[in-house]
């Protein structure tokens, strides 16, 4: 039985993580996408079609479409918000933090750049959901290889 609950993450974060599971930012399918990447986390049956309208090396607009736990699915809406405007090579760097903040780094959870995504720092401490957390993450990384 897999457990998608969502684990004890401490009241503010918990907030914070309900709040973008239940109004997700930026979803939906992206008209005028240059690249757009699926993916998914069989472990936990977490679901992602991530759309990028890349530009000139920038992140113009962003947008997915996907189901799954309150983990994956607040975590790529946090995403969206980090990575609209950006250029593609700094999101991936915050996509950098991410990992190491996933994998316990408690320097990257202090980086600000991460913005909501700091609430998903206490997933570290529950490895079967770390893969929830980094799913979209990881399609964002696909999608920079192939735009
Ligand atoms: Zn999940």
Redesign the pocket.
């Known amino acids: 039985m897999i457990d998608?609950s969502t684990p004890d993450l401490g009241d503010l974060f918990q907030d914070i993580i309900l709040e973008h599971y239940k109004r997700p930012r930026n979803k939906g399918a992206l008209e005028g996408a240059t690249v757009d990447i699926r993916m998914n986390?069989p472990?936990?049956?977490?679901e992602v079609h991530l759309y990028l309208r890349v530009e000139d090396g920038v992140v113009r607009d962003v947008a997915f479409e996907g189901e799954?736990?309150s983990?994956?699915q607040s975590s790529i809406s946090m995403m969206t918000q980090i990575l609209k405007g950006q250029p593609v090579a700094e999101g991936l760097r915050v996509g950098e933090l991410f990992k190491d903040m996933m994998h316990g780094d408690p320097d990257a959870a202090k980086s600000k750049d991460l913005k909501d995504a700091r609430a998903l720092q206490g997933v570290s401490q529950f490895p079967t959901?770390v893969?929830?957390a980094l799913?979209g993450w990881n399609a964002f990384e696909e999608a920079a290889k192939k735009g």
């Open positions: 998608r986390n472990t936990c049956g977490d799954g736990c983990i994956s959901r893969k929830c799913l």
